[in-house]
């Protein structure tokens, strides 16, 4: 009797176990999630788009014209004309990112910059648990600008 409820505790240890074990994350999709900006002006929600990721942006801080709330702005900045009446809120500002084991990172993206209407290339990575660096560049990493979000807890 003893080693039939030793060896039930055991199964059931090991089922726990393994059900956790399915539940860690993988470490591509480590980015996803709401991230907010070092300089908390803006919030933004990565997540995995098929073979890619890509961010949203979910907020943004409109205290520089109190008249035009957030859920009010457009894309007027935007080069294609159809595209400046869409709402900056929920549009996509990443897009395109994939993972690259060897590295840790995410590579290959575009990022657009809703104030001026360009894009970048662009490439992310955690730098730290918790901190996730965004690179905007034209051709080389080096010649670009970087920015740093700190994940925002659920």
């Known amino acids: 009797m003893a080693k039939r409820i030793f060896t039930l505790m055991l ?3 090991f089922t726990c176990f393994s059900l ?3 539940k ?3 470490p591509c999709d480590m980015i ?3 991230w907010q900006s070092e300089k908390k002006n803006c919030i933004v929600e990565v ?3 098929d073979d890619d990721y890509v961010a949203r942006l979910v907020w943004f801080d409109d205290s520089d014209d109190p008249s035009k709330p957030m859920e009010s702005r457009v894309d007027v900045n935007n080069p294609d004309k159809k595209l400046r009446s869409r709402k900056l809120v929920g549009m996509n500002v990443l897009q395109g990112l994939v993972y690259k084991s060897k ?3 995410w590579e290959n993206g575009m990022i657009y910059d809703a104030q001026t209407g360009k894009k970048w290339n662009a490439a992310a990575n955690l730098i ?3 901190k996730l660096k965004v690179t905007g560049y034209w051709h080389f990493k080096f010649i670009g600008r970087s ?3 700190n994940r925002v807890s659920s």
Do not use: E, R
């Open 47 to 49: 997540s995995h788009d």
């Open 20 to 22: 956790n074990a399915n």
């Open 11 to 13: 199964f059931y240890c």
């Open 128 to 130: 730290a648990p918790g």
């Open 32 to 34: 996803c999630g709401k």
């Open 103 to 105: 590295t840790n990172s």
């Open 24 to 26: 860690a994350v993988d």
């Open 147 to 149: 920015m740093i979000f």
